[in-house]
């Protein structure tokens, strides 16, 4: 059986030396449960990838946001599906966001990432963002 194919969008939202990371919800499998990411989510078959990822931050976050330059995409293969992850530079007005779908925030600096146990395909998304 193939495996189901998904394009992802996430938000790398900077506020000083410090990046948004956010903690996935209990549900879901145990390879991305409770493993941090950077927010965002899928693709509909009727939008771009801008239309997305403001859609998916409105409906996790209660955020309205920018959108910026595509910073790079990642290809990562779970189990039982394919993501294909594009990472966005994004800005907002304030940081006055809610958490409606996600455990947790945190604002870290990248030296910090490491401590926290990130979703695969964030962890290579990290990889590849960080040697621009």
């Not at 145990?30 to 965002?40: D, I, R």
Request: glycine share 4%; net charge negative; proline share 2%.
């Amino acid at each position: 059986m193939e495996k189901k194919r998904m394009n992802v969008v996430c938000a790398i939202m900077r506020d000083g030396d410090k990046y948004l990371c956010t903690q996935r919800l209990r549900k879901g499998p145990s390879y991305t449960a409770e493993h941090w990411e950077f927010p965002g989510g899928k693709v509909e078959d009727n939008e771009n990838d801008y239309e997305a990822l403001r859609r998916e931050i409105r409906e996790e976050m209660d955020w309205d946001i920018f959108v910026g330059r595509r910073l790079g995409t990642i290809k990562h293969e779970y189990p039982d599906f394919i993501i294909n992850l594009t990472a966005y530079e994004c800005m907002a007005r304030n940081n006055n966001f809610k958490l409606l779908a996600h455990l947790d925030s945190k604002w870290l600096t990248t030296e910090e990432f490491s401590s926290l146990e990130w979703t695969e395909a964030d962890k290579k998304l990290i990889d590849m963002v960080w040697r621009l």
